[in-house]
């Protein structure tokens, strides 16, 4: 028995540190996609003043711009889920 309760303290050990370690990755992810997406509207907007050419540019980079938006939307909300759950357990 003594056997089993050791084997599953060192499980949940390494499980507590797994989710640090994650929960640090999610915010260099945020800090990334907040970056990213900053530049890319800078870039945009430094080269091209005419609107239409930003409304073409920025359809043609859809793909990286919204999934930029889409995993900054993700970071934000999983941020906001470790909070919650920080204050619910106080």
């Given amino acids: 028995m003594a056997i089993f309760i050791r084997d599953f303290q060192k499980r949940s050990d390494l499980l507590i540190a797994r989710i640090r370690l994650y929960k640090n990755v999610w915010i260099m992810f945020l800090l990334i996609m907040i970056i990213d997406v900053f530049l890319i509207a800078d870039v945009v907007y ?6 239409l050419t930003l409304i073409y540019v ?11 938006i889409f995993a900054y939307i993700l970071s934000i909300s999983f941020i906001l889920y470790i909070i919650g759950r920080k204050i619910k357990t106080k």
């Avoid at 430094?46 to 609107?51: G, K, L």
């Avoid at 920025?58 to 930029?68: E, H, K």
């Fill in 46 to 51: 430094v080269q091209f003043f005419n609107p």
């Fill in 58 to 68: 920025f359809w043609s980079l859809g793909y990286l711009s919204l999934g930029s």
